[in-house]
């Protein structure tokens, strides 16, 4: 009879063990919820960080496309002086002394560049 007291209640404890985690919120289910959230704040995180690097990036390509824009401009006119600098009838050599030296009196440039464009005038003038 001892026998099957013990295993009557044996039964009877695993069946109140059973019962009880039947009716009982399960540990595992709450971490489970935690796990999830905590999954989701990554995702929301996660998301928030690749928006910015989306953002940065498309500032970075407009600030290049910018660059290339304000280079091709540059490059235009340069074009254009050079255009307008070969259309242009060849200055004298007196008219360009005249015009450094009165560069040189206006004070636009100091006496080491007027010596170095007056030496430069004349030697093209040989």
Not at 28 to 43: K, M
Not at 52 to 70: C, E, G, I, R
């Amino acid at each position: 009879m001892r026998i099957q007291s013990r295993k009557t209640l044996t039964l009877k404890v695993m069946l109140s063990v059973l019962v009880m985690l039947a009716y009982s919120i399960p540990s595992w289910a709450v971490l489970g919820v935690r796990r999830r959230t905590a999954r989701r704040t990554a995702v929301v995180v996660g998301s928030a960080n690749a928006a910015a690097a989306s953002q940065q990036q498309a500032a970075a390509q407009q600030q290049a496309a910018d660059q290339q824009q304000a280079a091709a401009e540059q490059q235009a006119a340069a074009q254009q002086q050079a255009a307008a600098a070969a259309a242009a009838p060849q200055k004298t050599t007196q008219q360009q002394l005249e015009e450094l030296q009165s560069l040189y009196k206006q004070g636009l440039i100091t006496e080491s560049d007027y010596e170095a464009q007056k030496q430069k005038v004349l030697s093209e003038m040989d």
